[in-house]
């Protein structure tokens, strides 16, 4: 019987953190729904998993920055049969540099990937969840979300929107058997995301994780009734001294760390 009852459903798992996640939930026997662009980094991906661990992964391949690519994935879930027990919304990129450096395009993606895809999974997926008493959505935010980050502002204030959102839907859904929670990790060692991102990741002034404290902390997530899951104690204590400063000097720092500003 898998653990989840039902195929865990997660974005973004052609590579990085959302790979890890693949990986860690297919040893632990969970059937998969792999979706992501990169249709053959997903089709090698899904066979090896399902050789090596036994379990029946499948491949939507999609562009969860076009319009109407959610409902895409929820057909496709409905037509093969498949019963979403577990939703991991992981897809999801930055952009480094002044705000007005960015392109029309890439903000439009940016919202399009980062927010409004993850809602649009979550409404869609929502529903069955609670008619059946139990599931789990999993939105995998970041600790940029609790104050703006000078040269990361626009993917600072997605991540935002991401912590905000699983607040409010969770206690919406209190009491339902369903659970919405984020998991907000600090950076994470994973060349492709700062390669997209433009960011030089040796100017990063803050410890750097690798994937697995993120994969832990989702387990960790699943396991308890937290909304909002940071990965690390240095997470915990970032977001708790805040509390303590007044908000320019936070937003200054979180900045200085990043080391995402002008070179
Ligand atoms: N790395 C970090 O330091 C860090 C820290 C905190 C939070 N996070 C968050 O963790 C999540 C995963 O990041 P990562 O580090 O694993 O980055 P990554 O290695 O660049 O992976 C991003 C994933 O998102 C998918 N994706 C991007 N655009 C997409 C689109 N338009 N349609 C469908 N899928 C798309 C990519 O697949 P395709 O390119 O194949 O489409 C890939 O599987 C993101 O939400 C990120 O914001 C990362």
Same mark, same amino acid.
């Given at each position: 019987m898998n653990r989840t009852n039902g195929h865990t459903l997660i974005t #973004?798992? !052609?590579?990085?953190i959302g790979k890890a996640i693949a990986e860690d939930f297919a040893s632990r026997g969970e059937n998969l729904v792999l979706v992501a662009r990169s249709k053959d980094r997903l089709d090698a991906l899904a066979s090896e998993l399902s050789s090596r661990h036994g379990v029946e992964v499948r491949v939507c391949s999609e562009d969860? #920055? !076009?319009?109407g690519a959610s409902g895409r994935v929820f057909a496709f879930c409905r037509e093969q049969g498949i019963e979403v027990g577990c939703l991991i919304n992981c897809a999801g990129f930055s952009f480094t540099g !002044? /705000?007005?450096?960015?392109?029309e395009e890439e903000l439009r993606q940016m919202a399009m990937v980062n927010m409004v895809a993850l809602a649009d999974m979550t409404r869609l997926f929502l529903p069955a969840m609670i008619g059946r008493g139990r599931g789990s959505i999993v939105n995998i935010a !970041?600790?940029?979300?609790f104050q703006g980050v000078p040269g990361m502002g626009l993917y600072s204030a997605t991540k935002s929107f991401v912590v905000t959102l699983s607040e409010a839907i969770a206690e919406e859904i209190r009491g339902s058997g369903v659970r919405v929670f984020a998991v907000c990790p600090g950076f994470i060692d994973n060349a492709s995301f700062y390669d997209r991102a433009g960011?030089?990741?040796?100017?990063?002034l803050v410890p750097i994780s690798t994937p697995d404290v993120v994969v832990r902390a989702v387990r960790r997530g699943l396991a308890s009734g937290s909304t909002v899951v940071m990965p690390t104690l240095f997470d915990r204590l970032m977001v708790f001294t805040?509390? /303590?400063?007044?908000?320019r000097p936070v937003v200054m720092i979180a900045g200085f760390f990043a080391g995402a500003g002008e070179k």
């Amino acid at each position: 019987m898998n653990r989840t009852n039902g195929h865990t459903l997660i974005t #973004g798992a !052609s590579m990085g953190i959302g790979k890890a996640i693949a990986e860690d939930f297919a040893s632990r026997g969970e059937n998969l729904v792999l979706v992501a662009r990169s249709k053959d980094r997903l089709d090698a991906l899904a066979s090896e998993l399902s050789s090596r661990h036994g379990v029946e992964v499948r491949v939507c391949s999609e562009d969860l #920055g !076009s319009e109407g690519a959610s409902g895409r994935v929820f057909a496709f879930c409905r037509e093969q049969g498949i019963e979403v027990g577990c939703l991991i919304n992981c897809a999801g990129f930055s952009f480094t540099g !002044s /705000f007005t450096a960015i392109p029309e395009e890439e903000l439009r993606q940016m919202a399009m990937v980062n927010m409004v895809a993850l809602a649009d999974m979550t409404r869609l997926f929502l529903p069955a969840m609670i008619g059946r008493g139990r599931g789990s959505i999993v939105n995998i935010a !970041s600790l940029a979300a609790f104050q703006g980050v000078p040269g990361m502002g626009l993917y600072s204030a997605t991540k935002s929107f991401v912590v905000t959102l699983s607040e409010a839907i969770a206690e919406e859904i209190r009491g339902s058997g369903v659970r919405v929670f984020a998991v907000c990790p600090g950076f994470i060692d994973n060349a492709s995301f700062y390669d997209r991102a433009g960011h030089d990741s040796k100017r990063i002034l803050v410890p750097i994780s690798t994937p697995d404290v993120v994969v832990r902390a989702v387990r960790r997530g699943l396991a308890s009734g937290s909304t909002v899951v940071m990965p690390t104690l240095f997470d915990r204590l970032m977001v708790f001294t805040q509390r /303590f400063m007044p908000r320019r000097p936070v937003v200054m720092i979180a900045g200085f760390f990043a080391g995402a500003g002008e070179k």
